[in-house]
């Protein structure tokens, strides 16, 4: 399990050998990211700070997989941050995001993509949500 006071999980890890958990300062942005999905905005038109457009066919894509599922999408709790993971593939980090729904709570599906540091902080781009 995670713990969220650890001083390892705050920031980042570069470790090309193993994953790590999803660290704090990246956990407010996907929580903003799956909560825009729960309102149906696939394409992020509300706007997230730090992350990259999603075009109107990659918008797409993940809608249908969500509808596809059969389930109903919900925000993240703090438990799926026991499951998530990161890991740095020098010069990006690939994360992978489990995701909750109403029905099931923790699901089979994983938002993914990818995280690169820049002088502003950090980016995010988004690649699929899939079951895994």
């Known amino acids: 399990m995670v713990n969220e006071r650890n001083d390892e999980t705050a920031l980042p890890i570069k470790d090309e050998e193993a994953e790590h958990p999803i660290p704090l300062v990246w956990r407010p942005t ?4 799956v909560h825009a999905f729960t309102k149906g905005d696939y394409q992020l038109a509300c706007g997230v700070a730090g992350v990259d457009p999603v075009s109107a066919e990659q918008a797409e894509q993940i809608q249908d997989y969500l509808v596809d599922y059969g389930a109903t999408l919900v925000e993240l ?3 799926t941050w026991d499951t ?20 099931e709570g923790g699901s089979d599906l994983v938002l993914s993509g990818r995280v690169v540091e820049t002088a502003d902080g ?7 949500v899939y079951v895994s």
């Not at 998530?84 to 029905?103: C, G, H, I, N, R």
């Not at 950090?122 to 699929?128: E, P, V």
């Open 30 to 33: 996907f929580r903003a990211i």
């Open 77 to 79: 709790p703090d438990d």
């Open 84 to 103: 998530s993971v990161a890991q740095w593939y020098d010069p990006y980090w690939d994360f992978l995001v489990d995701l909750w729904t109403e029905e």
């Open 122 to 128: 950090y980016r995010f781009t988004l690649s699929l």
